[in-house]
């Protein structure tokens, strides 16, 4: 999965950082998530704790979106094989599928093809009738490949305002509240077009808390978020998006257009089940630490806030453990997920998960090998996936920290062969970290 592996793994510490990684997000591929959580016996499809009588529904189709979303399909295809009749996922790099039809779309910013897929998507979830089960394939990705703009917004509006809110610091539950309410397809607009059909939703989750509302700004949740609320945030974060936009948010705040359905009576036919999350990958990471001779911890699934600040933080228990084996006593393995952000103020390369990176390496820290990777491949909006660090990455720190200035963090990183490549990994279920802590 890792490129150029053996580069990398300079010591033991960096081969289990790196197995650790591989691990976490092996585990959170569509392939072996839905192969342990879907099953198909005597007829009734059993996803989680619910279960379809797939004789009952005179057909079944595939409609979703996501960065996993085609993987989701593919293994759909595998699971469902006879009963399942059409679909159509979008995706960034679609793999090869054959029931179900593919389409590929942009992110982080979408563009036409994300929009011709969205509405296609759309119209085929419209006049859909109770004897129709959707199996509805929500992944990480699937705000910008999912683009159908509402009203009088158009491409251009909604290229601008994601590109804007994307660089102005808001967390993902922030940014996805404005697209929600700019969206006809977002905010539980794909299962109210699908209704009266059974929508069932697979859920991939790269947000913290696993909010399904949240979940690719929600196309089959319920959305307790509001016009107002998509305002309030622009204007707090001081996004400049354009006239079209606000003047839509406005409307809907003055109570001139629909808001998104808020109460679960409104989806009543939707059945929402989060598959994967930041958990899946980090009990297999944990897992692989131990296998390997370390202690593991894991500090949170939910770390957030400016990858910067979030790097000193965990550093500083990686530091505390190496010199008093507090909280965990060394050989011992750290790890953390969740979704960091960064405020981008420069013109540089460079992603959360580098940034974050970056700045553990500034610090040369003793006896503390550091990796971090967005799971899905792609950190910010570059193709590598992260990095591995330690005390002898940088040999000149002063230059790492001008590169985080200008949110440059790649270049360094790549400079020093510490960048980790694994190309699309099929998953996406957000930042994991692994901090390595020899004795």
């Known amino acids: 999965m890792i490129a150029d592996r053996d580069r990398l793994a300079k010591t033991p510490a960096h081969e289990v950082a790196l197995a650790s990684i591989e691990a976490g997000i092996e585990a959170a591929t569509p392939q072996h998530v839905l192969r342990e959580s879907l099953i198909v016996e005597d007829d009734i499809l059993t996803v989680a704790d619910s279960e379809y009588d797939l004789e009952a529904y005179d057909s079944v189709v595939v409609l979703g979106g996501g960065k996993a979303a085609d993987m989701v399909a593919r293994e759909l295809e595998r699971t469902l094989e006879g009963y399942l009749d059409r679909g159509l996922v979008v995706s960034t790099t679609p793999v090869a599928t054959e029931t179900v039809e593919t389409a590929a779309g942009s992110h982080p910013i979408p ?47 909604l290229q601008d305002a994601t590109e804007q809110l994307v660089e102005s610091g808001a967390s993902i539950r922030e940014i996805n509240a404005v697209r929600k309410h700019c969206s006809a397809i977002k905010g539980g607009g794909l299962a109210r077009v699908a209704a009266p059909a059974t929508v069932v939703g697979l859920l991939f989750s790269d947000v913290v808390g696993d909010d399904p509302g949240v979940i690719a700004s929600g196309p089959t949740a319920v959305d307790e978020t509001t016009y107002a609320d ?103 393995v750290l790890l953390s997920g969740g979704e960091t952000t960064v405020s981008v103020t420069g013109n540089g390369d460079g992603g959360p998960n580098l940034e974050f990176a970056l700045r553990v390496a500034i610090e040369r820290p003793e006896r503390v090998v550091c990796a ?56 996406n279920v957000n930042d994991l970290r692994v901090f390595v802590i020899n004795e």
């Open 230 to 332: 998509a305002l309030d945030i622009l204007d707090r974060y001081d996004v400049g998006v354009p006239a079209p936009v606000r003047a839509h948010l406005e409307a809907g705040a003055a109570g001139e257009r629909a808001e998104t359905p808020a109460e679960s009576a409104a989806l009543a036919h939707v059945d929402n089940h989060v598959l994967a999350d930041a958990w899946t990958a980090l009990e297999a990471a944990r897992d692989a630490a131990r296998e390997a001779g370390y202690e593991p911890l894991v500090v949170s699934s939910r770390v957030r806030g400016e990858a910067t600040e979030a790097a000193l933080s965990q550093l500083a228990i990686a530091a505390e453990s190496a010199a008093t084996g507090t909280p965990v006593e060394p050989p011992a």
């Open 111 to 157: 563009d036409e093809a994300s929009l011709e897929g969205a509405r296609r998507v759309f119209q085929r979830a419209k006049g859909l009738g109770e004897g129709t089960l959707v199996l509805a394939p929500i992944t990480g990705g699937g705000s910008a490949l999912l683009a159908l703009p509402a009203g009088d917004i158009t491409l251009v509006d």
């Open 372 to 427: 971090s990777v967005d799971t899905d491949g792609e950190d910010g909006g570059t193709d590598i996936a992260g990095a591995i660090v330690d005390g002898q990455t940088l040999e000149n720190p002063q230059r790492g920290r001008a590169a985080l200035v200008e949110n440059d963090a790649l270049r360094p990183l790549e400079a020093s062969d510490a960048v980790i490549e694994t190309g699309p990994t099929g998953t």
